[in-house]
């Protein structure tokens, strides 16, 4: 699809949802959404794509209805029942992730197929947290068991569908109840704004990233390998930026509510209010549903006497599982203890201060310029540093240290 049919696509689903959101209402306008969006998905995402593209289509639609019996049947039970609906998205998520690519191509031959590898399941990773929280809000009482259109919905809504944000429903469907407004020149803005970042100034800073200037056989000068790091990190920020972006002005111009993901990370003074800052809808429903409850379980076990330690092994847990969340190589597993250690290394140090400086002593550290600024630069090269783990494949790194000199 050319650039111009895929700018005339989205334009059309835009309006078309605009029109179905302030002009339709109840199940006219559930239905209208609903066929939007199956569509948009199957044209924007999977249409054209690699080998049996219908077929992986396929699988993902009866995913969503599989998940949906899930929520009807278990989601609103007494006692342990909704945790089965809870964990049905994030077990189809691993068996996607970490079942071998082997028996996948060995079950396409059972049934005449040539499958090579693990399907293509765009958006996966964000549609398990999406379904997931989705029970616990319903168990909750926070929202109403939707029906299948309005869940359908919500799964395949477009413009968060491959990366995010990561939605409540109870926000999604904000604009369902009542209006939501977004003026159309802020929200057109916003879109431009994240093409800008995500096709033009992304794409620039890609050139010189560990792809673009390290894995090419040539030898390097060791310096390239910190140049590589920093244009790596404003690639990433710029091409995810910048796609969330676009996706919340789209949704917005349509009257659908998606939260924001970034606020200035560039700015964090360590690594705890950097992942406040960076992908902050993945933040959130890591420390909802695995950090706050994990830590009191663990609190209760170990005493309140070792309750920092309790805290701490609970940021280790938490943050290699986002490791793995991103990808099943090792080398994200190793990103995700990076990012723990970076975490739990403020949150001895800011104990450590506390105990040494005093309630005044503290806030007087905490204000000085100074430290702030280095506190800044600290946080922005160690989170540039640890992307290497992100980036590179362990294959990748041995490939790229052979050239340095």
Known sequence: MSTSYYLAGLLAYVLAGRVAMRHFTGGVRETALAALNVT???????????????????????LIVGLYLTVLLFADKRGRWPWLAFFAPIAALIVVRYVPGEWYVALGHAFGKTWRGVPQMIGISY???????????????????????EYVNFAFFLPTMPVGPINTYANFRRGFVERYEVPVG????????GAVKYQFLGNLCNQ???????????????LDLPVAMLFYYLY????FSGFCDMAIGAAGLMGI???????????ARNMREFWNRWHITLSAWMRDQVFSPLSKFLVRVMGVKLADHAIALTILVTFLLIGIWHGAGLNYALFGLAQAVGVATVHYYTIFLKKKLGRDGFKAYNENRWIQAAAVVITFCYYAVTLFLFANTLAEMKQIFSVLQ
């Open 208 to 222: 010189l990233t560990y792809s673009g200037l390290l894995l090419d056989d040539h030898p390097h000068h060791w």
């Open 257 to 267: 509510a998606v939260p924001e993901n970034f606020e200035n990370p560039f700015a």
């Open 236 to 239: 990433l920020y710029l091409n």
């Open 186 to 193: 802020r929200a057109a803005l916003r879109i431009l704004v």
């Open 127 to 149: 549609l398990a947290f999406r379904c997931s929280r989705l029970v616990l809000e319903i168990r909750n009482g926070v929202v109403q068991k939707p029906n299948f259109l």
């Open 40 to 62: 948009g998905v199957f044209i924007f995402l999977f249409y054209g794509g690699k080998e049996h593209f219908v077929l992986r289509f396929g699988v993902y639609l009866a």
